[in-house]
């Protein structure tokens, strides 16, 4: 996409009466695997851990739903939820000015993203897809369990998994050890990969059994309930990929994902008002363990013609793109 010099002056005029301090409260408020993570990491960096938080939901049905099965399971509250209440507590005192992030992201590129972030849900159920182990040298020098791991891995290699969750066992049974979760993430990354041999399983288990409307509906489930703000009835500024929208002391920023990240810099500058901010990348499907299964599936997958007619027909893809833009999305996935 070409730099666009009017776009500075576009938020420039949406935004001429901002008046963000850098120690007020911004939240990144937005469906999952939509880019936010690197949007969120990038502005605590710059915050330096103040003020800013990152939630999916803030609807009370969904946080009270949640809050009262795990209490009633006995089990802790996690963290995620206990931010959505701190960001509901901040709502609700109308003390100050609130700034909310949120992007959009091509249903169908969200969701595939979204399918692969919990894999391991839909692995337990095909039996066509297998975690394969093999032997690293990559382990930190420093790491106190690297020579277990290792004799670990040589006693495993050539068993398949179906899941992570038996790769992790075999491991911490062979070795004696228990790995934490960085240890755990160098390993995924570095010997776990999807046999390539089972994408068409794959793909059928994603179009008959993710739920595909969560897109679709999460502009009406949250923002239109928690703040106010009814984006779908609102104008979206198609052409340069971001609207920004008020009710009583909420500003709620949505851009696009697809915009280029020096456009998503610009805009976030100009709507906190703040001269410095820079994207980090961060949650990047390809660079996890499932890279080069993510990448075939990418490649591989069509949508029947009749299901990509429905949600390219839909109001939220019609809201945020323009003709030519679903158009491409048609021709790409069908």
């Known amino acids: 996409m070409k730099r666009n010099d009017s776009l500075v002056n576009n938020y420039k005029c949406q935004i001429n009466n901002a008046t963000m301090r850098l120690d007020s409260p911004v939240v990144v408020y937005q469906m999952g695997k939509v880019g936010s993570s690197s949007i969120y990491e990038s502005l605590r960096r710059l915050y330096n851990n103040k003020n800013v938080y990152h939630v999916h939901y803030l609807n009370p049905k969904y946080i009270s739903r949640i809050v009262e099965k795990r209490t009633r399971l ?78 670990a891995l040589d006693s495993i290699s050539g068993r398949e998994y179906c899941t992570s969750v038996a790769f992790y066992r075999d491991v911490q049974n062979e070795s004696g050890l228990v790995i934490n979760d960085i240890e755990k993430q160098i390993i995924s990354n570095h010997c776990m990969a999807l046999d390539e041999s089972s994408v068409e399983g794959l793909i059928k288990k994603f179009i008959s059994s993710y739920n595909h409307k969560v897109p679709l509906l999460w502009f009406d489930r949250e923002p239109k309930i928690v703040l106010g703000i009814d984006v779908l009835k609102q104008n979206f ?17 949505v851009l696009k994902c697809e915009i280029a990240d020096y456009q998503k810099e610009e805009i976030v500058r100009g709507f906190l008002n703040i001269d410095r901010f820079e994207l980090e990348k961060k949650n990047v499907g390809t660079s996890k363990h499932y890279n080069n299964i ?16 429905h949600i390219c027909s839909s109001e939220y893809v019609k809201h945020f793109y323009s003709d030519e833009e679903i158009h491409s999305m048609m021709m790409r996935w069908s």
């Open 237 to 253: 500024e198609k052409d340069s990929g971001f609207s920004i929208y008020k009710n009583r002391n909420f500003e709620l920023l």
């Open 74 to 151: 006995g089990l802790s509250i996690p963290g995620h939820i206990q931010t959505s209440q701190l960001v509901r507590e901040l709502i609700r005192s109308e003390s100050e000015n609130l700034k909310f992030i949120s992007l959009v992201r091509d249903p169908f590129s969200r969701n595939l993203s979204a399918f692969f972030e919990n894999i391991d849900n839909f692995l337990q159920h095909t039996g066509t897809i297998y975690f394969r182990a093999r032997a690293i040298d990559n382990i930190p020098n420093e790491s106190p369990v690297r020579h277990g791991i290792f004799e």
């Open 294 to 309: 993510y990448k075939i599936f990418q490649q591989s997958i069509r949508f029947p013609q009749v299901f990509v007619d």
